[in-house]
């Protein structure tokens, strides 16, 4: 599923941005993405994610990422049952960057499904 932009705390449309790509990395929709000398790439676990792919890079090898902000809330899934977590629990990314797994990372949850793995988990970065 990948993450999605769930809400915003402003009436704004979040701006897309083109990042250019690394070479031989491919981009999935819904992937937290860093930048790392000024090229996208996959986010480390327990960081916080500077954007979030809308879309594969282009045949330029642009990314189309939106810019988190911290009025942004992201629903994902959690790619491993976390028995403990609560609202207002951490989370990390898992290693694809497309869920989320119970942990010491940079996501605080706000709302959750289950804590079963796939049950849904919405995260504020």
Same mark, same amino acid.
């Given at each position: 599923?990948?993450?999605?932009?769930?809400?915003?705390?402003?009436?704004?449309?979040?701006?897309?941005?083109?990042?250019?790509?690394?070479?031989?990395?491919?981009?999935?929709?819904?992937?937290?993405?860093?930048?790392?000398?000024?090229?996208?790439?996959?986010?480390?676990?327990?960081?916080?994610?500077?954007?979030?792919?809308?879309?594969?890079?282009?045949?330029?090898?642009?990314?189309?990422? /939106?810019?988190?902000?911290?009025?942004?809330?992201?629903?994902?899934? &959690?790619?491993?049952? @976390? #028995? !403990?977590? *609560? $609202?207002?629990?951490?989370?990390?990314?898992?290693?694809?960057?497309?869920? /989320?797994?119970?942990?010491?990372?940079?996501?605080?949850?706000?709302? &959750?499904?289950?804590? @079963? #793995? !796939?049950? *849904? $988990?919405?995260?504020?970065?």
């Amino acid at each position: 599923m990948g993450l999605k932009l769930s809400k915003m705390d402003v009436g704004l449309t979040p701006p897309i941005e083109y990042l250019p790509g690394k070479e031989g990395e491919t981009y999935t929709l819904g992937e937290a993405l860093a930048l790392d000398a000024g090229a996208a790439t996959k986010c480390g676990a327990a960081a916080r994610p500077d954007y979030v792919a809308v879309g594969p890079a282009d045949e330029k090898g642009e990314v189309p990422a /939106v810019k988190v902000q911290d009025y942004m809330t992201f629903e994902a899934t &959690l790619s491993a049952a @976390a #028995a !403990g977590l *609560a $609202v207002g629990g951490k989370v990390s990314l898992s290693a694809d960057g497309l869920q /989320v797994t119970a942990g010491e990372g940079a996501g605080i949850v706000t709302a &959750l499904e289950g804590t @079963a #793995a !796939g049950d *849904a $988990v919405t995260v504020r970065f």
